[in-house]
């Protein structure tokens, strides 16, 4: 099986911080990419930040200049580290990667819970 478990959300105000982490833990091989995505009541899902193992990145156009993803290969995990946060950027955040379980397995996507960000003052 394999987890991935997020933390580091909460209540923030209009132009503060937050930083949100993801641990990815049991049967794994190899991790292709991590990253970070979205949903916001009564919207759709959305890619916000995008960690490959080589250390290429992708942000959503609404983030950049704001947020930044970081990655620690060697211990499997992920972070987000948000600032200057917007009423716009409430909702809850996933953790997914893309990953192998096994060298002979292809790569499938795996989820974290959720965790709730909200802006608000």
């Known amino acids: 099986q394999v987890q991935l478990v997020e933390s580091g959300g909460g209540l923030v105000q209009p132009g503060g911080s937050l930083r949100l982490s993801c641990a990815a833990s049991?049967?794994?091989?190899?991790?292709?990419?991590m990253g970070w995505y979205r949903q916001a009541p009564g919207k759709q899902r959305e890619m916000v930040a995008v960690?490959?193992?080589?250390?290429?990145?992708n942000y959503a156009d609404s983030v950049k200049g704001r947020f930044t993803i970081s990655r620690d290969n060697a211990k499997n995990t992920v972070s987000l580290q948000m600032d200057s946060l917007k009423f716009e950027d409430t909702a809850v955040y996933y953790c997914?990667?893309?990953?192998?379980?096994?060298?002979?397995?292809?790569?499938?996507?795996?989820w974290g819970q959720g965790t709730q960000v909200t802006v608000s003052s």
């Open positions: 049991g049967r794994i091989f190899s991790i292709n990419n």
């Open positions: 997914k990667a893309l990953l192998r379980r096994a060298a002979y397995e292809q790569p499938h996507d795996y």
């Open positions: 960690r490959t193992s080589g250390g290429s990145t």
